[in-house]
C-alpha cells in the first residue's frame, strides 16, 4: 500500500497546478506509472479543457507500454460526457490494467459509474488510498455537489484590539489594517477561488475593485449584496470585464431593466426572512454553478454567514496598530489549523467543525 500512497500523494502535489482555473471543475491529479518508473504526469486544464487522465495519457508517445502500466488519480475517473468525453472510456480504449483511486467522485452523473464501467471492462481497480487526503484536497468540489452551496471562506483584518474598521474615515478607501505582503497574499487567495464576496456598507465605503491587482491569476466573479440598488453605478466593483452578480430585493430587480449593467446579472432574495439571508445567498450561487468563495466583509455580512452556520474556513490577519474605536471583528468560534507570521502581521486559519 505504502508504493501507492506515493503515487497518490504524487497526484494530490501536482493537481493543485489547477487550482483557481479548473472551476467548476474539481482539480484532479494523474499519474502513470510503468515499471515502478513515473512515465508521464498530468492535470486537469483550465474549465472546458482536458481532464488530468487525458493529460497524462497524451504526453506517452509509445502507448504500446500503457498494457503494462498503473494509472493513479486523485479522484474516479469521470463516465459521461461533459465538455469532453469520459475519461473512463479513454482508460478502457488504451487497455491500462490497472487504476489506483483516491475516492470516489460524489458527482450523481458519476458517483461509481467510472468504476463500474472500467471493472466491466476487466480493469483493476483499487479506491480509498489517501482517501481522506483526497477528499480534503477536493473540499470545494465535494462541498458544492454534497451541501449543494460554495466551500465557503471568511476573510478579515482586525486591530491588535478587535476592530476591522475605524468609525469615522476621510476618504473613500481602505484603511489597511495589514501590511502589503499579507495584501498580496489575499490576491494570491482571490485568484484560486471562483468568486469574491461584499455587503453593500464595504462597497460604499471602501469602493474596493476585488480584483487580483498584486498577483497573477484569473480574476473571480464579483457578487454584491445591494437590497435596495443603491449603489453608485460608477463603483470600482462594476469596473472591467468580469461579471458582477448583484443580488437584491425581487421588487427592486423587478423594477430594475435589463440594461442595468452590461457585465451584471441581478438576483433576488427575500430578505424579510432574517434567520436565511445567508442560505439564500448560497442557493443562488449554486444555481450559477460556483464551488467557491471568498467573503471579505464586512462584518454584518461576515457575522450573517457566521450566525447561519455557512462557513468553512476563516482566515483572520491581526496587524499591529489599533483603533480608538471603531466596527468590531465578528464573533465565530472554530478550530485553529494553522498560524504564521507575515512581518508584523498575524494569520490564523480556522476551520468549521
Given at each position: ?23 467548476p471543475?474539481p ?17 486537469t ?7 488530468a ?53 460524489d458527482?450523481?452523473?458519476?458517483a ?23 477528499k480534503?484536497?477536493?473540499?470545494r ?10 466551500y465557503?471562506?471568511?476573510?478579515w ?24 505582503y ?57 469596473r ?18 435589463d440594461?442595468?449593467l ?64 471603531g ?27
Amino acid at each position: 500500500m505504502k508504493i501507492h500512497e506515493k503515487y497518490i500523494k504524487r497526484c494530490i502535489e501536482i493537481a493543485k497546478n489547477g487550482l483557481g482555473a479548473t472551476a467548476p471543475n474539481p482539480m484532479v491529479g494523474c499519474v502513470i506509472v510503468y515499471k515502478n518508473q513515473i512515465i508521464s504526469e498530468g492535470y486537469t486544464s483550465a474549465f472546458g479543457g482536458n481532464h488530468a487522465e487525458v493529460n497524462a495519457i497524451s504526453k506517452i508517445k509509445d502507448l504500446s507500454v500503457l498494457k503494462s502500466a498503473t494509472l493513479y488519480v486523485t479522484l474516479e475517473p469521470c463516465s459521461h460526457y461533459g465538455k469532453t468525453p469520459p475519461c473512463s472510456n479513454l482508460i478502457i480504449e488504451k487497455q491500462i490494467p490497472k487504476v489506483v483511486i483516491g475516492c470516489v467522485d460524489d458527482n450523481p452523473l458519476v458517483a461509481k459509474k467510472g468504476i463500474a464501467k472500467l471493472e466491466a471492462a476487466g480493469c483493476e481497480v483499487m479506491v480509498g488510498v489517501l482517501e481522506a487526503e483526497c477528499k480534503a484536497h477536493h473540499k470545494r468540489f465535494f462541498t458544492f455537489h454534497n451541501k449543494k452551496r460554495p466551500y465557503i471562506i471568511l476573510k478579515w483584518a482586525e486591530t491588535k484590539n478587535g476592530y476591522i474598521a475605524p468609525d469615522q474615515k476621510e476618504k473613500q478607501e481602505p484603511v489597511w489594517i495589514t501590511n502589503r505582503y499579507s495584501r498580496q497574499l489575499v490576491h494570491k487567495w482571490r485568484a484560486e477561488e471562483q468568486a469574491i464576496l461584499v455587503g453593500t456598507n464595504t462597497v460604499l465605503d471602501d469602493d474596493p475593485s476585488l480584483t487580483v491587482r498584486d498577483w497573477t491569476g484569473k480574476q473571480p466573479l464579483k457578487i454584491v449584496l445591494d437590497h435596495s440598488l443603491k449603489l453608485p453605478k460608477d463603483a470600482a466593483v462594476y469596473r472591467g470585464i468580469e461579471k458582477v452578480i448583484v443580488i437584491s430585493s425581487k421588487e427592486n430587480v423587478t423594477k430594475s431593466n435589463d440594461s442595468f449593467l452590461e457585465n451584471t446579472i441581478l438576483e433576488s432574495i427575500d430578505w424579510q426572512d432574517h434567520n436565511h439571508i445567508a442560505q439564500q445567498i448560497c442557493d443562488t450561487l449554486y444555481q450559477h454553478h460556483i464551488n467557491s468563495v471568498i467573503i471579505e466583509g464586512g462584518s454584518k455580512t461576515l457575522q450573517t454567514f457566521i450566525d447561519e452556520n455557512l462557513w468553512d474556513e476563516a482566515r483572520v490577519f491581526t496587524g499591529s496598530n489599533t483603533f480608538n474605536d471603531g466596527i468590531l471583528a465578528p464573533k465565530f468560534s472554530g478550530r485553529l489549523i494553522s498560524e504564521a507570521n507575515i512581518l508584523t502581521d498575524n494569520l490564523s486559519i480556522y476551520n468549521n467543525d
